[in-house]
């Protein structure tokens, strides 16, 4: 027991120590510190059923949950062909020698049982293969077909009891998808599941294209920027359960980059007025729209901070694109980033801790963090072209899309979304229906 | 009319492949052969967009980040002047596009300045403001779709395009 927790705890400090780490201020070099940080090894055996179908969707589940754990790249499952021991029974104590043998430090025994209303049980027990203890145990009801959402919650469960911090996994990510040639391009909005199952299209990318679509942090509930032809772009909100859309608003300027407020009930934009872009505003119960900032120079890009008090935002005031922050109400407004290059896209963390961003430097994209202060800037990942960072709600990993350079012959210029956790060291492909940009992570869901 | 006004549709599509060519900052031309466009010994149709295109260009092109008009933007956006007094009925929409350089959103923003650099050019040379609206498709619209410093020049512009010819 003592063991693992000594072991994730680590992990978590050297993310934290990385940040602190004054060498890799303000310079463009991308921190991935091959430190002595190991992933936690794992046994997850397929979970336990009594006849065909129970122990199918034992299969599936444990896929799933071994998928989820290891993309966090906090546990290194290990593969099920070294296992020793096939437990029979959620109730019954592992042989631990038999783990141990094949280096597992923690044990996931699971089994699905079909109930007599037609739903499925997923019970789970977590071991400590060293001191011989259970660290946990929970058990989910759910319909058959629900056996995916299940599979999270578990995968959520291990990862809560292992490192005492809520997961991520049972969670959806809102997105663009694109299809035809980058002239013209078709951009419709769609939703999946944050391991890139069940993608699911909600508009048809008919009549304009939907840009930066973002999640509501208490509802299931959409906004986004719907680009048009030959009039200008405006914010829209979409409710994801009854397939609604309704404009924000109606500007003669275009609306864009909405953000919703923590909170839920404010959505936040850029307007543009005679060329000219600046920070609002908007009450979604009242509609009244509040400005926030009046500047000559180009405001962008407004994010908050979760307790609602301050906002960073993107502005070219100082000759080029740099992170600000203010009071809510628009006030004590000043410069964070001081780097080379250019700074955009901030995005508040949901612990509220640091800003994730997107720096342009010397013709390279990176994805990076600094906190709110304008303190401990690190870079994530770095390429061609990357932006639109989005976190887990745990404030773990940060999702974005990244685009590759269009050759002379027209070949590349793909556009995929990318994870990475925020020591730098785990990037990972999101698996995507075709080419995607622009995602959204969605809240843990209820 | 209608028959006119499909004519002058067809011509403008055309022209609009040849004006990428043909007005286009130090672009590779390599891919013009098929732009050659018959327009009959009379030309474009007068106060068309074939006929902006021909007679005045209807892109101008800016610096990497910018929105200040060069000398030569200046200079097309005077003969787009000229050709508006010329024809006063017309109406136009100024667009403004990126290259893909910078991010979605600032590109948004920076679009909306660039057409409004445009417009308010065309203003303080006499042309109605009502005439003239303004969209910015930050870098969702290029014209060139390769990732090249060519491509790049050429899908940092605003762009012309006659709505109504208000007959």
Request: with cysteine.
């Amino acid at each position: 027991m003592k063991k693992i927790l000594t072991i994730l705890l680590t992990a978590f400090v050297a993310a934290v120590s990385l940040a602190l780490s004054p060498a890799t201020a303000q310079r463009a070099t991308i921190d991935i510190t091959q430190g002595n940080v190991d992933p936690m090894p794992v046994a997850a055996p397929d979970f336990i059923g009594a006849d065909e179908q129970t122990m199918g969707l034992g299969r599936d589940i444990t896929g799933v949950i071994m998928n989820d754990l290891d993309r966090s790249g906090l546990f290194q499952v290990i593969d099920q062909r070294a296992y020793i021991q096939k437990p029979e029974s959620v109730n019954e104590r592992p042989r631990f020698p038999d783990w141990r043998l094949i280096k597992a430090e923690v044990l996931i025994v699971g089994e699905v049982q079909e109930l007599s209303d037609g739903r499925i049980q997923v019970s789970t027990r977590v071991w400590d293969v060293y001191s011989n203890e259970q660290l946990g145990a929970v058990a989910f009801k759910t319909p058959a077909d629900n056996w995916r959402r299940a599979a999270h919650k578990v995968a959520d469960f291990v990862y809560k009891t292992l490192t005492g911090e809520t997961g991520y996994f049972d969670t959806r990510v809102v997105f663009v998808h694109e299809t035809g040639p980058k002239e013209n391009r078709v951009k419709r909005l769609m939703i999946m599941d944050q391991d890139g199952a069940n993608p699911i299209p909600l508009t048809d990318g008919l009549n304009y294209q939907v840009l930066t679509p973002r999640f509501s942090p208490t509802q299931q509930q959409i906004t986004y920027m719907a680009l048009f032809d030959n009039r200008p772009g405006q914010v829209y909100l979409f409710n994801i359960e009854t397939g609604e859309q309704e404009q924000l608003g109606n500007f003669r300027g275009m609306t864009f980059a909405p953000r919703f407020s923590p909170d839920g009930r404010k959505v936040l934009m850029s307007m543009e007025r005679s060329g000219n872009s600046d920070i609002f505003m908007m009450d979604l119960s009242t509609r009244r729209l509040t400005r926030l900032t009046d500047n000559p120079a180009i405001d962008v890009s407004p994010t908050m901070s979760p307790d609602g008090r301050r906002i960073a935002f993107t502005s070219d005031r100082g000759g080029t694109q740099q992170i600000y922050t203010m009071n809510a109400d628009g006030t004590n407004q000043k410069r964070i980033t001081f780097g080379e290059g250019r700074y955009q896209t901030p995005v508040w963390s949901p612990r509220g801790d640091l800003v994730a961003f997107t720096r342009q430097y010397n013709g390279r994209f990176y994805i990076g963090v600094i906190r709110p202060d304008g303190s401990g800037e690190r870079l994530l990942t770095e390429s061609y072209l990357e932006e639109g960072p989005t976190w887990s709600p745990n404030g773990r990993v940060i999702m974005f899309y990244r685009q590759t350079a269009t050759r002379r012959d027209g070949s590349g210029g793909e556009s995929q979304l990318w994870s990475v956790d925020l020591t730098g060291r785990n990037l990972r492909r999101v698996r995507t229906p075709g080419d995607a940009s622009d995602p959204a992570w969605s809240p843990l869901l209820p | 009319m209608n028959k006119f006004l499909k004519v002058a549709g067809i011509f403008a599509s055309l022209a609009l492949i040849s004006a990428c060519a043909s007005t286009g900052p130090d672009v590779d031309t390599t891919d013009t052969s098929d732009t050659m466009v018959d327009t009959g010994p009379s030309g474009p149709v007068p106060g068309t967009q074939a006929d902006l295109e021909q007679s005045a260009g209807h892109r101008v092109f800016f610096g990497f980040d910018q929105y200040t008009l060069t000398t030569e933007a200046q200079s097309t956006l005077s003969k787009q002047a000229a050709w508006l007094k010329e024809y006063p009925e017309t109406r136009i929409l100024v667009a403004g596009n990126c290259d893909e350089r910078g991010t979605r959103e600032y590109n948004l923003a920076l679009g909306a300045r660039r057409a409004e650099a445009a417009k308010s050019y065309l203003v303080s040379l006499g042309v109605d403001a009502a005439r003239i609206t303004t969209v910015s498709y930050g870098k969702e619209r290029p014209i060139d779709p390769r990732s090249t410093e060519a491509a790049w020049a050429m899908n940092r512009n605003s762009t012309t395009t006659i709505t109504s010819t208000g007959a």
